[in-house]
Every structure is written in structure tokens, then in C-alpha cells.
Nanobody
């Protein structure tokens, strides 16, 4: 079994910062891709930022220059530093990861439970 453990989020002010973290835990986990998606009320879930074990990073256009994904995929942990927050960044942020786990290295594709980010003055 693979579990995604999320932390961070909460209330931030416009122009302020928040930081999220996500760790993929389990037995012999090999992360191939890990990152964040978000869902605002009444909208579809959308990509925020992801990173692969090869170091390829993808950002949504709306967060480029403001959000930074970092961490060591080999250690199965990533962080999302969110700077210059805007009200439109409000939503539930979900960690997502793809990879393999266990001694047989079976494939997994998991979502975290989500953490609320609210940007408001």
C-alpha cells in the first residue's frame, strides 16, 4: 500500500505565502511522478505542479513565477512553495503520485485526501 501524507495549507493573505508538503509512504516505494493538483469550488480539478524522478517539472501557466515545487523525488517527498498568493489560488489542493511499490514493484496511481488553501484578506 502507498499512502500520500499531506501537510500545510490553511489561510493565506493576498501577496502572502504558504507551503505544502507531500510524502509518499509505504513498502519499497519508487516514485515516478509526484505533485499537486487543485480544485476550486464549482470547477474541475487542475494541475498545479508536478515533478518526475527524471527531474522534469511542469507548472500551470497561472502559477508560473509564483509557485515552486521542490524536494527530492528519490526520497519520495516534495514541497510546494506558494508565493504572491492570489484569491484565485483558493481551493482544495491534492497531492498526486504515480510509481511502483512493494517487492514486486507493482504500479500505483494515488491521490491524497486534499488540504484546503484559502486566500483572503
Amino acid at each position: 500500500q502507498v499512502h500520500l501524507v499531506e501537510s500545510g495549507g490553511g489561510l493565506g493573505q493576498p501577496g502572502g505565502s504558504l507551503r505544502l508538503s507531500c510524502a509518499a509512504t509505504g513498502n519499497v516505494v519508487t516514485v515516478l511522478k509526484i505533485g499537486w493538483f487543485r480544485q476550486a469550488p464549482g470547477k474541475e480539478r487542475e494541475l498545479v505542479a508536478t515533478v518526475t524522478n527524471g527531474g522534469m517539472i511542469t507548472y500551470a501557466e497561472s502559477v508560473k513565477g509564483r509557485f515552486t515545487i521542490s524536494g527530492d523525488v528519490a526520497d519520495n517527498t516534495v514541497f510546494l512553495q506558494m508565493d504572491n498568493l492570489q484569491p484565485e489560488d483558493t481551493g482544495v489542493y491534492y497531492c498526486h503520485s504515480e510509481g511502483r511499490w512493494g517487492h514486486l514493484q507493482l504500479s500505483y496511481d494515488h491521490w491524497g485526501q486534499g488540504t484546503q488553501v484559502t486566500v483572503s484578506s
